[in-house]
């Protein structure tokens, strides 16, 4: 796929007018960048479309107020179908970390992420002058010059979107179509409540973002080995009381245990579904809530405790655990430790799971 004639971004001015009796947070972000010779973004593993977002429309604010030189990156894989359309739409360039050189005079902002947090391959040598981040949980920014975390805020993007109005810099459709999907996957749907900024930043970029395209990145095409990692899902997944469980032995992409809990916390039956799967040495975590003030990251975090790392948000959680061996017997043991503090941690009693689509059912849908 390539980019539709992207056009040149645009630089004017628009008519917000922000006054302030503080220092913005953009002045200062801005001021702790000046000097540098480039400017490199970088965001958590496999970033997804609020990362993605977040650093084309820093980017953007970094070339349009200080002419900088830029860099954009990925840490991992870009395996959604959805975010790979995001990438190869936009005609959005984006440079490995494992290839990245530092130069005197180059600085790195983190995105969507916070340092020590286990979401990165590796931090050593990073010129960190800046975080910029929602996410509640916490990382290690001690020393680093300039911290926005935002907790309640519901995307980073939305951040970022704050900083460009109030710098007064307008952006292309390319610009505000990344960023506006990037807002999109965090609040849209039933992932967590959207705050009075992440409303404002919506309706400042909908009217400039490029429909068409948002329209197809929605939309982007699915190759076999998701369908099969979704039948698999439903194939093995357990209901324990409010908790439903779901296992996919060999994920196609590490998202696909996303999308799976995405899908299974509709049951009406239940209040929690947890999807795990092997992705490589990994196994892949990802826990959806339906009520609010779940703490579903926090809850998640508790549960792997040091078998990996896991953080999220009120409703949805993400973690991994990097395996010393797949084989059947270590996998098991680490999947039946799991589920038994998830039980613990919800109040359910330890029972034995029963099956979301029994074996008959499964039996005569081979045969039919």
């Known amino acids: 796929m390539k980019a539709k004639g992207l056009k040149k971004p645009s630089t004017r001015k628009s008519k917000v007018n922000y006054r302030t009796t503080t220092q913005l947070r953009s002045d200062r972000f801005l ?22 977002g977040s650093m084309v429309g820093l980017a953007h604010l970094v070339k349009s107020v200080l002419g900088k030189k830029i860099r954009l990156t990925r840490d991992g ?59 509640d949980t916490p990382g290690n920014v001690r020393g680093i010059p300039f911290v926005d975390v935002r907790k309640s805020m519901g995307a980073t993007c939305s951040v970022v979107a704050e900083y460009l109005r109030e710098q007064n810099v307008e952006v292309s459709f390319k610009v505000a179509t990344a960023m506006m999907y990037g807002m999109e996957t965090e609040l849209m749907g039933f992932p967590r409540h959207a705050s009075s900024a992440d409303e404002e930043a919506l309706l400042w970029l909908f009217p400039k973002a490029d429909k068409d395209l948002l329209a197809e990145i929605r939309n982007a095409r699915l190759p076999q080995s998701h369908f099969e990692g979704v039948v698999q899902a439903l194939q093995s997944s357990f209901i324990y009381d ?16 996303a999308e799976v809990v995405d899908f299974l916390i509709r049951f009406e039956e239940v209040d929690w579904a947890v999807c795990a799967g092997l992705f ?58 799991l589920r038994k503090r998830l039980l613990k941690a919800l109040h359910i009693d330890e029972c ?11 039996l005569e849908n081979l045969q039919s």
Not at 242 to 257: F, G, M
Not at 352 to 362: D, F, V
Request: charged share 25%.
């Open 242 to 257: 409010r908790l439903i469980i779901s296992w996919v032995h060999d994920l196609p992409q590490p998202e696909l245990a």
């Open 280 to 337: 490589e040495n990994k196994l892949i975590l990802s826990a959806r809530a339906s009520g609010a003030n779940a703490k579903a990251g926090e809850l998640l975090k508790k549960v792997v405790g040091r078998m990996g790392r896991a953080g999220g948000h009120d409703r949805r959680a993400g973690g991994a655990i990097l395996m010393k061996s797949i084989s059947f017997n270590a996998v098991e043991q680490a999947m039946v430790k």
């Open 77 to 135: 894989l870009i395996n959604r179908s959805e975010n790979r359309a995001m990438v190869d739409l936009l005609g959005l360039e984006l440079v490995p970390m494992d290839g990245i050189e530092w130069h005197e005079g180059d600085v790195a902002v983190m995105v969507d992420s916070q340092p020590k947090t286990g979401r990165h391959s590796n931090e050593n040598g990073l010129p960190l002058v800046a975080v910029i981040d929602h996410h």
């Open 352 to 362: 034995r799971g029963q099956r979301l689509i029994s074996r008959k059912e499964m």
């Open 31 to 52: 001021a702790e960048i000046k000097n540098a010779t480039r400017v490199t973004f970088v965001s958590h593993i496999n970033p997804d479309p609020d990362s993605i």
